[in-house]
């Protein structure tokens, strides 16, 4: 240490401090039909038992008949590093025979912790710290065999992608052969292009550099993500591996020839997790405050039209306070 | 002879003492329809991209499903069930075999699913409607057999229990076919998965009331076709996985399977799938079975219920012959008799007019005769009348002068037209 060393390089030092004392939140919807390996994928990411299937079990349990929307959340703590993390797990989705409107219970969450992140972020007086319930990161569910993609995953897919990042992927990958699989990543992207359907990461033009583009680059290439999930560690000559014991073979999740999971584990938390967060905030975040703001505008300018056709001063209207009924009514305050 | 009877029916058994050889007419009945041929038509169900073309191609080892060609992405959405039938005339030890292969592409692809089997069951019912009508027919030596002798059901590997679609559909047709539903794409789940996947299918379909195929032994079978009958029952419903490519093993032998990065999973190991224990009910221990229930219960079952619903009324009395000539004679003895029994009423009905209009003429003839004299005494007064006032002008009457004379005249206007 010099005298010409000024010392503003343990910034990051000191911000890593303070996010050790505060932890975060990340908050992960999943997406998918019953069955497709949800739970098991979740659990496998972050090696603990989070969430339980929420699939039918016995014949008496009654079929729902809705999406239902059905968050859980714990704390993790890794070297120190809390993280405050919310698994939402959506069953129901695409189980009955009418799908239609399936998607609508799914959007409305996801719509509804934008604006309960904006009402708390117009109140006059604000918290230090707003609770961050936004959801940073949607797991989409494709259905392995299928050609590509279904008219139910197009219908949803559009819609997520407009509020949150999309990360696509193919749980029960383990039905597929390697030509299969390479057939059908083809195919899906071909679709999604076909339908303007973009999912996370995306394309920005000028803020990456060479190293940050060509990572999104082999990452984009994957998508979906063909992955294996497991809970069972089984042991394959004397080491124990996370798998699946077949009659015919052992797969092992972390084995890169055997499927994208490990790709998928460190794209999600190693690489892009902050990147998850920052974009849900700048992108779609902002995307929604600007809609929401602006119809509230218009609701002003249109109330101010009327009370001024009947002779109210357009004083008395200015007055009212900032934080009127947003257009998009969140169902409970967190 | 000996003789023990018995009372199967009145009749009683005896024993042979040597060979007679009628024990050779199976034999007889074999010949006859392998020289006739046999045909059978199975029916697929399941979602796109679940393995019915493969399977198809994989159990009769012949490519009866061309490759699927691969479309452009589109904006259409897809357009319901569509039915499509593939037909292959296969021969195999000079045994011919028509097999038809009914399709049902589309089904539980769209978003709404709700009528998905509307099709399909309309499709099942009009095959039986085209054998009702030719079993009609007057001559019926050449009836052409289309009827759907089984559907294969294709079930996702999810684990979990069955889907509404599944067990909407099933309901909808376990009574008018052979349900055979399967486990596609068994390589997604271990073996331990799999045991309890079909513990929770069979539990569905016992709680539904759906009726399944399923193979029974009877007195009659011998204890190898009864174990084989309970080896199959076992693994109902089968797990199984298609494959038209032959694989290379470790060995360097071919084998039909896939092969993956952790293995090779072979079509026709009993220890990897169960595809030999459904190609040995479907085709070579019960095929004939499977034909068997479509005639005899199933397609019986929906004539009886057509024909009622169509307002037959079940018959019992035993057919009466019809003889032409009994019958012209007795139609025309009842209408003989029909005839003269309106003769009679008609006769009756005109007597009883006559004497209505009789008593009515005679009333009115009496009401006449009343007005009659009635106006004739009226007559009769009114000429009194007459009479006296003349004779008392004739008693004041003086020799008229030329002016009375005319003024008489007036006044006997007067006088008249005083009346």
Known sequence: EGQDYVGFDTITQQMERKFLKRGFNLNVILVGESGMGKSTLVNSIFTTHLVDSQGRRTAQEVIRKTTEISPVTQTLEENGVRVRLTIIDTPGFGDQCNNEGCWVPVIKYIKDQHAAYLARELKPFRDRIINDTRVHACLYFLNPGSRGLRPLDVEVLKRLTEVTNVIPVIAKSDSMTSDERTLFKRRVKEEMAFHRITTYPYANADDDDDEDRMLNNSIRDLIPFAVVGSEETIDVDGTQVRGRRHGWGVINIFDETHCDFVHLRNFMLRTHLSDLIEVTAQRHYEQFRTSQLRQIKELRDQQAAGAAAAGVPPGAVATQPPVAPLPHQPVAQV | ?419
């Not at chain 2, 060979?19 to 034999?27: E, T």
């Not at chain 2, 005639?295 to 009886?304: A, I, P, Q, W």
């Not at chain 2, 009994?326 to 029909?338: F, L, Y």
């Not at chain 2, 009515?360 to 009769?380: D, I, T």
């Open chain 2, 1 to 419: 002879m000996k003789s023990t009877s018995g009372n199967a029916g009145g009749a009683q058994k005896k024993k042979m003492n040597g060979y007679v050889g009628f024990s050779n007419f199976p034999n007889q009945v074999h010949r006859r329809s392998v020289k006739r041929g046999f045909n059978f038509t199975l029916m697929v169900v399941g979602e796109s991209g679940i393995g019915k073309s493969t399977l198809i191609n994989t159990l009769f080892d012949t490519k009866i499903f061309p490759d699927r060609e691969e479309m452009p992405p589109s904006a259409e959405p897809i357009k319901g069930v569509d039915v499509t039938s593939m037909s292959a005339d296969i021969q195999e030890n000079g045994v011919k075999l028509r097999l038809t292969v009914v399709d049902t592409p589309g089904f539980g692809d769209a978003i709404n699913n709700e009528e998905a089997w509307q099709p399909i069951l309309e499709n099942i019912e009009s095959r039986f409607d085209a054998y009702l009508a030719q079993e009609n027919r007057v001559n019926r030596s050449k009836i052409s057999d289309n009827r759907i002798d089984a559907v294969i059901y294709f079930i996702k590997p999810t684990g979990h229990c069955l889907r509404v679609i599944d067990i909407e559909f099933m309901k909808r047709l376990h009574t008018k076919v052979n349900l055979i539903p399967i486990i596609a794409k068994a390589d997604t789940l271990t073996a331990s998965e799999l045991e309890q996947f079909k513990a929770k299918i069979l539990a569905d379909i016992n709680y539904h009331g759906i009726q399944i195929f399923k193979p029974v032994s009877d007195e009659f079978d011998d204890p190898e076709t009864v174990a084989e009958n309970r080896e199959i029952l076992s693994k109902i419903p089968f797990a199984v996985v298609g494959s038209e490519k032959y694989v290379d093993r470790a060995d360097g032998t071919k084998v039909r399977g896939r092969s993956y990065p952790w293995g090779i999973i072979e079509v026709e190991n009993e220890e990897h799938n169960d595809f030999i224990k459904l190609r040995q009910m479907l085709l070579r221990s019960h095929m004939e079975e499977l034909k068997d229930t479509t005639d005899m219960v199933l397609y019986e079952n929906y004539r009886t219920q057509k024909l009622l619903s169509m307002g037959h009324v079940q018959d019992n009395g035993v057919f009466r012959e019809f003889n032409p000539l009994v019958q012209m004679e007795e139609e025309k003895r009842t209408h003989d008799a029909k005839m003269q029994k309106m003769e009679a009423e008609m006769t009756a009905v005109f007597q009883q007019k006559v004497h209505e209009k009789e008593a009515k003429l005679k009333q009115s003839e009496e009401e006449l005769y009343a007005r009659h004299k009635e106006m004739k005494s009226v007559l009769e007064k009114q000429k009194a009348e007459l009479d006296d006032k003349k004779k008392r002008v004739e008693a004041t009457a003086r020799p008229i002068t030329p002016m009375e004379q005319q003024a008489t005249k007036g006044k006997k206007k007067n006088i008249f037209s005083g009346f």
